[in-house]
């Protein structure tokens, strides 16, 4: 809210300058975001005001405030109106009195409508308020920067019956508002009316039909107490939001709501001439200020402060909240325009704003030491992300949304999973209006980018939720870690011939073994938007875990890289389900003592066998000497027969119990070579 | 004993015209091997008179020891030399680049959101997780924002249904673990959160972490006390700390906590819009409302919460002037973290 230092002198002596006001504004909550300087020699604050301070909505609230901090007189506006007043001419009936607990109005007839002076035009528009070339709008405009009250005015002659309703809408659906739309209401919002017909939304926005124009003569200015509650949800049912829906659905003053009526009717009077009628003020039940109980020990301890008692009833009073000393509690009575203050805990927050955040100490806490700990969870994700990031992949983050085109890029099936996505009621964008259910799209999206500007040795990796949707309750929510995987073909200074796959592969391995997870094997992939020949998905122990693949051409030329044939590798792992599989305590294994003894393999296959499918035929020869298998080439071509292939692994032979010898170790190598070959219907390589 | 010295002769010119191992090698089998000329002299002694045959074999003894010294000083001479010519020949350009793959990089706010888990961790503080996908009860009815509040309005909320949002905080996650356990209390929970809004100073998605200690005997002095011990912590120890009232409907007192402007020292720039302070954290007492409705006793426990939005801690540390940019994931910003 805008507020004129100028136009605060008027309530409050200040002595000191503007910022020295701003600063203990917002050392008091009212934080000051900005002072703007740019007008006519005035100062004006940016005052941050939260909602549950209705009450400084307005510059005597403001001044109110400052006031208290600089223990100054507040002068009041003057609203008293002298001498005999005719009787009104206008009834008011409250029919629906739990949403309008207050209504009072004055009937001024004779008025001249005018442009408004320039000292009351400068005020309004210093605040953000335009003049609209009318004195009486202007007026209530101002009344309403001034005191902080919304006030309404009706052109009188074009009221019916001698009657202002306050009542639901019922059946009166419709009403074109002063900003001449015609507006659709539920039945609940509530209106004022006549008569005949709808003359406002009560608290939002008067109609057009019962406006002051240029030739209004007589006017019924109206300020009364709306339920907040009604005036909200009238507000956001209609997407209108006002100066005076804003106030009223964070609740007005119902007491001082009347010295507003008076203050624009005297300034009516005074600007635009007329007789004032005496009020009519409808009050069904009249403003009791709540009796709060607070324990003078309890707030002192909750603050960490020691306050004498009349410290701290004193500076409630200079805040307007009446006090009454109990002997070890108090009772406090707040006042109406701080309708905030319900509970004890409300007393206290008083208490510390009055006595200054700043002068409360800072003190550690005395309790009971406990182990702070990164959970499993974290520390499982930790140690991913530390290993996927050393194996050369940067970390991106982003959005949880998905685009409704991006399943359909990657031509993900109806009835898989992954259709099962949520929609957002209110997205940004249409491009974010689900939420993801796999991380590949953003991550294709993100080497799209990448490659765009230039990049062309592309490595990421991200770490986040995925959400499947779940009828009656809510989603489930799976962590996940995705990459995207891309390296030109460009002559490099260390050649490294490595598919693209195998590198990304290496990457996974390299992240299973540092977790010790075992046992996991790579099966070809039923992913449609992965490569056939180029895929894998992931088991650990039977349980899918993710897969591995290239991206298939329909989805790399979707992306117009100008490249041909790009090797794009995308992988997904489901983390819960890794995390799952962590050993829970490692337990150590003798080092060997004895020496070891080398052997090699290497045998001509049919192509169709893979060498996951040789290594396990190797490994299930039963041998006690075989420590390790490893596989260290793979070679087609040359003098390789069309349609076979050659493999060659290196056995490392050793007991745990004594030195073999290299007799013993021929003997069991020459079986698992007979064995191997029968198994596989391979033959020799090299015939020695 | 002639035939001794011209053996002796002939040695010293053959080896003196030698030049590297391999003739060496030759030189040392011609004799001094097994068929070599010396073992032929040493087989020959019975053909050498009785009296003669004591100085010939000592002279032929002195011959045979004085050649495979002298092939030993030649071979030890060659061998240094030919050393020498590797450590020479093998030259390597020791300014070409080393053969690597770089490690990745670590996203900025993860880096950021590592280091106030550790700060939190170190003082006791565990790590709690919570869904992002919450019900309306616990990202605001639970937290003191009954509907229709306008408090509402603080955050600008994604709806999934009526009563299903994106969480706006992760203030909801401390509910859920006041509802399983009991006091005491200290944890922390980080996370996404979401609020429809977007400029240079938001993000539809950022990061936040909130804290929440619960025990007996917690007050405002305590909270300002970890907190600014937390401040110190990340930014520094002269880092100037303030507390100032602020509004949350899940806190009271509530506070906004400011630290000295770490580009002007508090001076003024633009970035503190001439305050000399920037906003870091919001925090307060938990309000009593909330305690009633997770069931605890608010006459025997007090605590407090704070919560911060780790972009803006990362934006103010690398003076990054655009949020966005943390999700545009380009490398080029990504690595230079």
């Known amino acids: 809210m805008r507020v004129s230092f100028e136009w605060l002198k008027d309530f409050v002596n200040i002595s000191v300058t503007p910022e020295e006001v701003s600063h203990s504004l917002t050392m008091a909550g009212l934080e000051v975001e900005g002072i703007d300087t740019s007008v006519g020699g005035d100062s004006v604050f940016e005052v941050n005001v939260t909602p549950n301070r209705p009450d400084c909505l307005s510059i005597l609230g403001i001044a109110r405030e400052v006031a208290a901090t600089y223990r100054l007189p507040l002068e009041m506006p003057g609203d008293d109106i002298q001498g005999d007043l005719p009787a009104s001419d206008i009834r008011v009936e409250i029919l629906n009195p739990e949403l309008c607990h207050r209504y009072t109005g004055r009937l001024i007839k004779g008025v001249t409508i005018s442009d408004s002076p320039e000292w009351l035009k400068n005020r309004l528009e210093k605040c953000g308020i335009r003049s609209l070339n009318n004195n009486i709008v202007d007026i209530t405009n101002y009344v309403l920067l001034e005191m902080g009250h919304p006030l309404h005015a009706f ?123 005496e009020i009519v003020d409808v009050y069904p039940e009249k403003f009791k200020p709540a009796t709060i109980e607070v324990n003078y020990a309890r707030a002192n301890a909750l603050l960490g402060v020691k306050l004498e008692k009349g410290e701290m009833l004193k500076s409630l009073e200079r805040i307007g909240i009446g006090v009454e000393d109990r002997g ?59 290993t996927v990031r050393k194996t050369g992949f940067t970390e991106v983050v982003n959005y949880s949304f998905m685009s409704p085109s991006d399943l359909d890029m990657i031509s993900i099936p109806a009835g898989d999973k992954r259709r099962r996505h949520l929609g957002l009621r209110n997205p940004l964008r249409q491009e974010d209006s689900l939420m993801r259910t796999t991380l590949v799209p953003a991550l294709i999206n993100n080497f799209a980018y990448n490659f765009s500007m230039g990049a062309r040795d592309i490595r990421l990796f991200e770490i986040s939720k995925i959400f499947i949707a779940e009828t009656d309750r809510l989603p489930t929510e799976g962590l996940r870690i995705g990459g995207i995987f891309y390296r030109e073909n460009i002559p490099s200074l260390w050649k490294e011939s490595s598919q693209a796959f195998f590198i990304v592969k290496g990457a996974l391995q390299s992240l299973f073994e540092e977790m010790k997870i075992g046992g ?37 030329e979707s992306l117009n890289l100008k490249v041909r044939k790009p090797e794009i590798i995308v992988f997904e792992l489901n983390i819960d389900t890794i995390l799952a599989f962590l050993p829970e305590r490692l337990t150590y294994r003798q080092v060997p003592k004895y020496p070891f003894i080398e052997r090699d393999i290497a045998i001509i296959i049919d192509d169709s066998l893979t060498a996951a499918g040789v290594m396990d035929v190797i490994n299930s020869f039963r041998s006690e000497f075989i420590e390790t298998v490893e596989i260290f080439d793979c070679y087609k071509g040359g003098n390789i027969p069309a349609g076979r292939k050659s493999l060659a692994f290196r056995i490392i032979f050793r007991s745990g119990k004594r030195t073999l010898t290299d007799s013993e170790v021929e003997s069991v190598h020459r079986e698992l070579v007979e064995y191997v070959l029968e198994k596989t219907g391979g033959e020799l390589r090299y015939r020695s | 004993m002639d035939d001794l010295f011209s053996l002796k002769k002939a040695f010293l010119e053959e080896i003196g015209s030698v030049d590297d191992l391999a003739g060496l090698q030759l030189v040392r089998t011609k004799y001094s091997g097994k068929k070599g000329l010396i073992r032929a002299r040493l087989r020959d002694l019975s053909s050498i008179p009785p009296d003669k045959r004591p100085l010939y074999g000592s002279t032929l003894n002195d011959i045979k020891n004085f050649i495979e010294e002298t092939i030993r000083n030649r071979e030890l001479i060659f061998k240094t030399r030919e050393k020498e010519q590797r450590l020479e020949t093998e030259k390597l350009d020791i300014t070409l680049p080393g ?15 590592s280091e106030i888990k550790d700060i939190f961790v170190s003082m006791g503080f565990s790590i709690e997780d919570g869904p992002e996908i919450e019900n309306d009860y616990y990202n605001f009815e639970a937290l003191n924002i009954p509907k229709d509040h306008p408090a509402r309005d603080m955050q600008d909320t994604f709806y999934i249904s009526d009563d299903i949002v994106l969480r706006t905080h992760t203030s909801p996650v401390q509910v859920r673990v006041m509802e399983k356990r009991d006091p005491p209390l200290k944890i922390i929970s980080p996370g996404k959160v979401y609020r429809c809004d977007s400029d240079v100073s938001h993000t539809a998605m950022f990061h936040q972490v909130e804290g929440l200690m619960v025990d007996t005997g917690i007050s405002f002095s305590d909270l300002k006390g970890v907190l600014e011990l ?88 690398y003076s990054i002037d655009d949020i966005r940019l943390f999700y545009e994931n380009d490398v080029r910003f990504l690595n230079q973290f």
């Open chain 1, 155 to 277: 052109d009188a002659d074009k009221l019916s019956g001698g009657v202002i309703k306050v009542s639901k809408a019922g059946k009166n659906r419709s009403i074109t508002t002063l900003d001449g739309i015609e507006r659709e209401l539920s039945g609940d919002a509530l209106l004022i009316m006549d008569a005949k017909k709808t003359l406002a939304l009560a608290g939002v926005m008067g109609g057009e039909d019962s406006s002051v124009t240029s030739g209004t003569k007589n006017i019924f200015l109206e300020s009364a107490f709306f339920a907040p509650v009604s005036v909200r949800r009238a507000s956001k049912e209609l997407g209108l939001r006002t100066e005076s829906s804003y106030r009223f659905e964070r609740g007005t003053d119902i007491e001082f709501l009347e010295n507003a009526l008076n203050r624009a009717a005297l300034l009516i009077r005074e600007t635009g001439g007329g007789i004032i009628h």
């Open chain 2, 99 to 113: 053969n690597f793959t770089p490690f990745g990089r670590r996203h900025p706010v993860n880096q950021i959101l």
């Open chain 1, 520 to 556: 996991y094997t790579f099966k070809p992939s039923e992913e449609v938007f992965l490569h056939r020949g180029k895929s894998a998905d992931i088991e650990l122990k039977g349980t899918k875990i993710g897969f591995i693949g290239e991206l298939v051409p329909d989805v790399a």
């Open chain 2, 230 to 317: 937390f401040i110190h912590s990340l930014f520094g120890a002269d880092t100037p700390v303030r507390f100032r009232p602020s509004y949350f409907p899940f806190t009271e007192p509530s506070a906004e906590i400011d630290i000295g402007c770490i580009f002007c020292s508090g001076s003024g720039c633009g970035v503190c819009k001439t305050t000399g302070w920037i906003e870091i954290l919001g925090a307060g007492l938990v309000n009593p409302r909330v305690f009633e409705m997770v069931g605890y006793n608010t006459d025997e426990y007090s605590g407090f919460a704070f919560g911060m939005g780790v972009e803006r801690i990362a934006m103010l540390r």
């Open chain 1, 328 to 386: 070890e509690v108090f009772h406090a009575f707040p006042p109406a325009f701080r309708r905030d203050i319900t509970g004890h805990i409300d007393i206290v927050e008083e208490i510390a704003r009055t006595f200054g955040y700043g002068n409360i100490p800072a003190r550690l806490p005395k309790t009971i030491l406990s182990g702070g700990v990164l959970n499993h969870k974290e520390r499982g994700i930790n140690r991913i992300r530390e």
